[in-house]
């Protein structure tokens, strides 16, 4: 977001929160404005969007932090993709696979989505659960995934409210795999017998 675009977001916050900006010298709601502008790479209109979605929905009366305002753009985001899968959600797409998990565990894998097949690792894990006994994958390997699941998409989400030149700069392995999804041969997130 450039600078310009910035100080019209904090225009419609100073409007729909007074209060917060009573007293601030141009100079601060200058320096404000840039580092808004520093902390969001996503279009204006998102941002503009998010904010304006963040005052009409919150019942406090607190003026948005940038983290607020990142929390929106990511819900937006997931509610554009059809929302996030919840963890039981999650688990039941590996229930499934599991059922053809001893012979065809590639083609099932290859199926889950990117953050499921992170947390497994690869085929190999759904083949080594398909053979483990019900009650054990229905109880234990169930609570150990959902954990795995909740964990892992909160942590996706929170690298991905960071700014791109962030996550280059200091994640640039995460980024990567981020982008790439999971590859053959990464370590599950618990071992097959868990």
Not at 91 to 117: D, H, I, M, S, T
Not at 130 to 139: C, H, K, N, R, Y
Request: charged share 25%; aromatic share 8%; proline share 6%.
């Amino acid at each position: 977001m450039e600078l310009k675009q910035a100080l019209q977001v904090l225009a419609v916050l100073k409007a729909a929160y007074p209060q917060h900006y009573r007293g601030l010298s141009d100079g601060d709601i200058r320096a404000m404005a840039t580092l808004w502008a520093s902390m969001f790479e996503e279009p204006f209109a998102d941002v503009m969007q998010a904010v304006k979605a963040h005052i009409v929905t919150d019942a406090r009366g607190f003026c948005p932090t940038i983290g607020a305002v990142k929390e929106q753009l990511a819900r937006m985001r997931e509610s554009r993709r059809g929302g996030a899968l919840t963890e039981h959600e999650a688990w039941e797409l590996v229930r499934q696979a599991l059922k053809n998990g001893c012979y065809g565990a590639q083609q099932e894998f290859a199926k889950l989505p990117p953050v499921v097949q992170k947390i497994l690792g690869g085929p190999s894990q759904l083949r080594d659960w398909a053979l483990l006994p019900d009650e054990q994958v229905g109880t234990v390997i169930a609570s150990n995934f959902m954990r795995s699941y909740r964990a892992r998409a909160a942590w996706e989400s929170d690298v991905e409210k960071l700014p791109a030149s962030v996550r280059r700069e200091f994640l640039p392995d995460v980024a990567r795999r981020l982008q790439e999804g999971a590859q053959e041969g990464e370590q599950p997130a618990f071992p097959a017998g868990a």
